[in-house]
Each structure stands twice: as C-alpha cells, then as structure tokens.
C-alpha cells in the first residue's frame, strides 16, 4: 500500500513538472518586436514633352512636286530659320503623293504643310489643315494651267514671263501653242495637281498650311516666323530656292479659296474621289 501511495506521488510530482514546464516555456521573456511601418514611396507623374522640343520636333511637310534632292536642300534650310526664329526643333518630310500629304496633316505626321490647291481643299474639307499664307509667283497668288517642255525638245515657248510686269503672258493663242503636243505622248501630274487639268487662271498657289490640332501659341510662333521670313532679302532667296521658286508669301485664311471652290463645283469636281 505504502508503495503504490509513493508511486502515485512521484507520478504526480512528474505530471506537475511537465506542466509547469510547458507554462514556463509558453510565457514570453520579452514584448514582441512590430517592425516599423515604411512610408510609400510617391512616383511622380510623367514629364509630357513638349511640341517643338527635339524629342518632339515640329515636322513640316513638302510637296513632293519637285526633285526631292532640291526639296531635301531647300525645306532643311527654311526649316533651320525656322527654328533660329521659333527655338522650336523642326524637321522637314517629303510625302509620297499629294494624298499622302494631306493625310499627314491629318494624323499628326505633320504640323506644317506646303499645300498645292486641291490638296488643301481636301484637306480643310476634312478639318485637317487650316491656311495660313499663300505663296506668290510672278507676283500672283493665282496661276493656270502650263505645259513645260524639255529645253532640247524642238517646241516653241509662246509664254513671255515678263509681260504684265513679271506676271507673265502668252503670246499665240492655244491653238498655235498646242499643236506642237499633236501625236506627242504627255506626262500627267498628280491627279490632286490643279495645275494639271484647269486651262484657266483661277487657281491659287500652293500655301502654307498648319494642322488643325496645332496649339495655338505655337501657331502664332510659327505664323509671325514665317511673315518674317518673306519679309528679309535672305528669307525670299530661302524661299526662292526651296524649290518652289516663292518669290513671297500673303497672309490668307480660308476664304481665299471659296470661289475656287464654286469653279470646282461648277465643274463636277469632287476632290475626294481624286485620292486613291
């Protein structure tokens, strides 16, 4: 009996320790440690690049109606005016067509565009473009239609460019001129070229155009640095030599082009079926 007594306390006594152990070791010696909360990090919100800097240059687009070599030459160096009297980056770009060009203006490939006539007509009728100066030849901003032949092919000219005091004149008329072209095979230009297909001269010159979405501080930039360029000796010879023989520009908006858009319609022309 004394025996199982003993036995039942020792185990008691060891059942005692393990508890008090297991307690011993759940209490913690010491608090804790939260780790400290890490302020977020603010990234700030991108740097939009500016319209006219040279990682967003300013593009102006040629006509492609002249060798691109000489449009190459001439748009680089009215370009670098440009920029000398804008701080404005611009480039130049030479357009596959007529077609091409007017949609440049369009999607943003081009703020400025040297425009001929139907070409803008297409591109205002489709809000795209917005003139701003038209060129002027021979002291004009109108012209007809001209047949230009090589210099070696035997025709005669009947066009004295002097007459009408610079403004030019034929001196036959078309009969005699034309039947020189009888039984020859002609070249056609663009079908968005008005000089091309009107015998009359209503049509106005090629003009400076910029995009419709083109801000309007940086329109105003561009629009006095182009007065300014017609306006000097070295602007006119840029102008001059650009390939487009400029001998100046006139300041016109939209409404320049109103009749000739009556001739057009007076003639069943309708300049969007011209772009293929």
Known sequence: MRKNRTFLAFSLLLVASFVLGACAQATPTEAPVVPAEVPATEVPPPTEVPLGSPEMPIVMALAPSATSQ?????????????????????????????????EAMGSGNAHIGWLPPLAYVLASQKGYADVVYVAIRSGSDYYGAQFIANVDSGFTSYFDAAANDGAGANTADAATALVQFDKKKPCWTDPLSASGYVTDPIIPNDNVSVAMDLP???????????????????????????????????????????????????????VTTLVK
């Open 216 to 270: 309007e501080d940086v329109r105003a930039k561009i629009v006095e640095a182009l007065g300014t360029l017609a306006s000097t000796e070295e602007g006119i010879t840029l102008l001059k030599d650009g390939g487009y023989d400029i001998s100046g520009l006139s300041a016109r908006d939209d409404t320049f082009y109103d009749q000739f858009r009556v001739y057009l319609e007076a003639s069943g022309i309708d």
């Open 70 to 102: 000489e449009l190459i030459a001439g748009g680089d160096a009215i370009a670098a005016k440009l920029s000398e009297l804008t701080g404005y980056t611009i480039t130049t770009t030479i357009p596959t067509s007529y077609a091409a060009l007017v």
